[in-house]
């Protein structure tokens, strides 16, 4: 079996959402096909994409601006803490089960709660990690708005540095993401505009 083999299966897993990380759908397509040859993030990427496009069609390009217009208006809510649209959404790769993932950064996230008081706020969830030994942590604000699931993640404001140059695992370049102004342009101008490099970034 080729990568291109162990592309599609995993791309065909993920889709299914059997399994939420590329690395282990990798790992289980290439041991179902008996192989240990396995693709690059970049590579089932494309495939998934290619599934959702054969099993999705026009509805998902209506969802994808369903989605951004909801971001605008919660983006608009915060919009005096410079909020950022990252993931699948800014990309314009959504898929049936999408979130919309939106970044501030301030030091109080149950402030930032209450300025998202208007929507159906499902939970906030502190998570703690490890960075190269430095201690990090985010609160992940989780809503439902119009029976789409939307995460605003509250940073701390002295952490914003460390994320600016942060790469994206799967297509290796800057997960730079799109400001308020910015997606306010791009719904006026190119509401389907999708921000995939043509290959993985080094």
């Given amino acids: ?51 959702t496009e054969e099993q999705e069609g026009s509805d998902r390009h209506t969802r994808l601006v369903e989605m951004r217009n909801i971001a605008l208006k919660v ?7 410079t909020p950022v649209l990252i993931g699948s959404v800014w990309r314009g790769t959504t898929r049936i089960g999408s979130d919309i993932d939106i970044i501030v950064y301030h030091p109080d996230s149950v402030k930032v709660a209450k300025r998202l008081g208007n929507y159906h706020l499902v939970e906030a969830e502190k998570t703690e990690f490890v960075v190269n030994g430095v201690p990090k942590v985010s609160t992940h604000i989780k809503m439902l708005i119009d029976d789409y699931p ?24 800057i997960k730079k993401g799109i400001t308020l102004p910015e997606l306010e342009k791009l719904m006026r101008t190119d509401p389907l505009r999708r921000f995939i490099p043509r290959r993985r970034q080094r």
């Fill in 150 to 173: 939307v995460e605003v993640v509250v940073r701390p404001p002295e952490d914003r540095e460390y994320y600016r140059d942060e790469r994206c695992e799967t297509y290796g370049d």
């Fill in 75 to 81: 983006m608009e809510d915060l919009k005096d803490l």
């Fill in 1 to 51: 079996m080729s990568r291109a083999d162990v592309a599609r299966e995993a791309a065909r897993i993920l889709y299914n959402r059997k399994i939420k990380e590329y690395k282990d759908a990798k790992e289980v397509a290439a041991l179902s096909l008996g192989t240990t040859s396995l693709p690059s993030n970049y590579e089932v990427a494309v495939e998934l994409d290619r599934l």
